[in-house]
Every structure is written in structure tokens, then in C-alpha cells.
């Protein structure tokens, strides 16, 4: 096999190597955010960290941040999110910095390779140059039948299809490192807006629970002070009623304490008007009438007077008693009362003699 040839498939393994290289490492960075994705839905229990194979890949992809599960205070769980989403963003990163490296490792392995054929390819030519020149000294190698060249052709076709092939692969892998990386990103953020929707609902749960039990105590309370109002009512009427009667009660007794008196009083008193009417000085009156008012007995007496009767008044109990008198002899009084009673203009048939003691001799 000649020196070209040598050069070529060299090429072809440099480039074939980075391809399976870079490759492996977009799969790996897949796998890894899909156990991220994975890790990021699993509140409980804390998933368990599985070891990792032993590659060529930097020290950082061992420091992936497990996710710890959430707790039930809201802030302690919005905290916890935000790191989970810091730690899966700084993950993507790693894996796009890792990307970039291995491409940048790649293109300059490709550069290195199109420089060293371009350096042989122009020694060749230089000892072509040389050969034409002085025939005689062209190594047997260096000469190129149409068979070799047609190789040599078809060997620059085919490096060029397999770094079209490779070129076509990096934008591949770039396309769905690019597609995942944006559904990770929407799955991260349907995953964040169901988690604040849960808690969202969960704060409003308790708040209307809360109101809930606040209304319920303030209706027990009302109900309470409703209940304590009404019995301070009834207690304070039935007070009321007890002082009532009681007031009641001794107004009765005070009442029928007053009447007993009154009746003791004049009790006594007719008592001693009697005792002076049948032991005292006598003096005879003519009662002529017994008013039952005050205008009756002035009519009456209006009328006596007229007559020219001497006239007195006395109130009892039973109405206003009218006399005519006094007369010191019962005859004479007894006179006075036939007179009294014949006179028609009077219209007086029913009077008659009593002995009788003024009040301010009784």
C-alpha cells in the first residue's frame, strides 16, 4: 500500500473514531437527563443514587445533585424546586459544554489530518515535479497507473461521503441534543406549573378550611352569646317579676294595714261620737236628707235656706247627711220635721229626729 493511500485511511479512522466518540457521548448526556427528568417527578421515596460507568468523561458528571423529596411547607418546597431546576439547567450545561469539547476535539483531529495529507500530497507533487525533470530517478512507487489513480479517486469520493455522512450525523445529534434539551424544558416547566398548581390548590384548601372553622366558631360564639343574652333576659325578668310581687305584696299588705287602720280609726271614732251622743250635752237635729254627692247636698240646702232653715251638713260614709237644726228640745225639733214634710214646695217626706253632737265637741 502506498504512502497516500496510508495518509487516507488514517483520515478515515480519525474521523470514524470521533464520530463513534461523540456518538456515545450524546447518548450518554440523553440518558442522563432522562434519569434527571426521572429523579425530578419522584417525591418519595429519595431515589437511590446508581453508580456510574467508569468513561473518559470530566470528574463533574459525578456531581450531579440528587434530588431530595419535597417538603410540606410551601416555601420549603418552592426552595427546593428552584434548586432541582438550577441543578438540571447546570447538568444540560455540563453536557453542551462536554458536546462542544468533543466536537472542537474532532474538528481539530479532521484539520490535523486534512493538514498532513495536504503536506504529503504537496511532497508528492514536489517529487512528481522532480521525477519529470529527471526520469531516470521516479521511485517504482511513485508511479501511478490508471488503476491507482482510479482507486486514489474513489478512495476521495468515499472520504468525502463519510465526512458528508459525519457532517450529516453531527447535525443530527445537534438536532436532537437541541429537541430534548427543549422537551426537558417543557416537561420541566409542565411538571413546575403542576407542582405550584397542587400547591396553589393546597393553600386555598386550607384557607377555606380555615374560614371554614372561623365561621363555625364565630357562630358557636354568637350562638353562645345568644344563648347567655336570652338567659340574662329571663333571669333579669323573672328578678324583675319577683321584685314586682314583692313590691306588690307589700303595697297589699301596706294597703290592707292602711284599710284595718282606717277602720280601727273609725271605728273609734263612731264609737266615741256614739259614747258622746248618749252620755254628752244632746242637741236635736231634723235630717232631712242623705246626698249621695256634693251637688246633691247643695241643691237641698239651697233650697232649705230659701225657706229660711237653719242648715248643716255632715258627711258619712254612706253619702252626705243634711240637717236643720239645732233645736235644745225634741219637741221642737219634732215640730220643725212635720213642718219640713207638709211643706210640698220641698217635696221632703222623709225626715226625721236624731240627737246629734257637733264634730268639735266629739
Do not use: C
Not at 19 to 27: D, E, F, K, R, T
Amino acid at each position: 500500500m502506498s504512502m497516500n493511500n496510508k495518509q487516507r485511511w488514517m483520515g478515515g479512522v480519525v474521523l470514524l473514531g470521533g464520530g463513534v466518540l461523540l456518538a456515545a457521548l450524546l447518548l450518554k448526556g440523553n440518558e442522563e437527563i432522562e434519569q434527571d427528568q426521572t429523579q425530578a417527578t419522584v417525591t418519595h421515596p429519595i431515589p437511590k443514587t446508581e453508580p456510574k460507568p467508569k468513561t473518559a468523561q470530566p470528574a463533574q458528571e459525578s456531581e450531579m445533585v440528587s434530588l431530595q423529596p419535597l417538603a410540606v411547607d410551601v416555601e420549603t418546597e418552592k426552595r427546593l424546586l428552584e434548586e432541582q431546576r438550577r441543578s438540571r439547567e447546570k447538568a444540560v450545561a455540563e453536557q453542551e459544554a462536554r458536546a462542544a469539547e468533543f466536537l472542537k476535539m474532532q474538528q481539530q483531529a479532521e484539520a490535523a489530518a486534512a493538514r498532513k495529507a495536504a503536506e504529503e500530497y504537496a511532497a508528492i507533487n514536489a517529487r512528481r515535479t522532480a521525477a519529470q525533470e529527471s526520469s531516470d530517478n521516479i521511485p517504482p512507487e511513485l508511479v501511478e497507473d490508471e488503476k491507482a489513480k482510479a482507486q486514489r479517486l474513489a478512495d476521495e469520493k468515499k472520504r468525502a461521503e463519510q465526512q458528508k455522512t459525519t457532517a450529516q450525523q453531527k447535525a443530527d445529534a445537534e438536532k436532537k441534543l437541541a429537541e430534548d434539551k427543549r422537551k426537558a424544558e417543557a416537561d420541566k416547566k409542565a411538571a413546575e406549573d403542576k407542582r405550584k398548581a397542587e400547591a396553589d390548590k393546597k393553600v386555598a384548601e386550607d384557607k377555606r378550611k380555615a374560614e371554614a372553622d372561623k365561621k363555625a366558631a364565630e357562630d358557636k360564639r354568637k350562638a353562645e352569646a345568644d344563648k347567655k343574652a336570652a338567659e340574662d333576659k329571663r333571669k333579669a325578668e323573672a328578678d324583675k317579676k319577683a321584685a314586682e310581687d314583692k313590691r306588690k305584696a307589700e303595697a297589699d299588705k301596706k294597703a290592707a294595714e292602711d284599710k284595718r287602720k282606717a277602720e280601727a280609726d273609725k271605728k273609734a271614732e263612731a264609737e266615741k261620737a256614739r259614747d258622746l251622743m248618749e252620755n254628752g250635752d244632746k242637741k236635736w237635729m231634723v235630717q232631712v236628707a242623705l246626698a249621695a254627692n256634693q251637688a246633691n247636698a247643695d241643691a237641698v240646702v239651697s233650697k232649705l235656706r230659701a225657706k229660711g232653715y237653719k242648715v248643716t251638713t255632715s258627711p258619712t260614709s254612706k253619702g252626705i247627711r243634711i240637717m236643720v237644726g239645732p233645736a235644745k228640745d225634741r219637741d221642737v225639733a219634732d215640730a220643725t220635721r212635720k213642718k219640713i214634710t207638709t211643706d210640698e214646695s220641698l217635696n221632703m217626706k222623709s225626715a226625721w229626729v236624731i240627737d246629734w253632737v257637733p264634730l268639735d265637741q266629739r
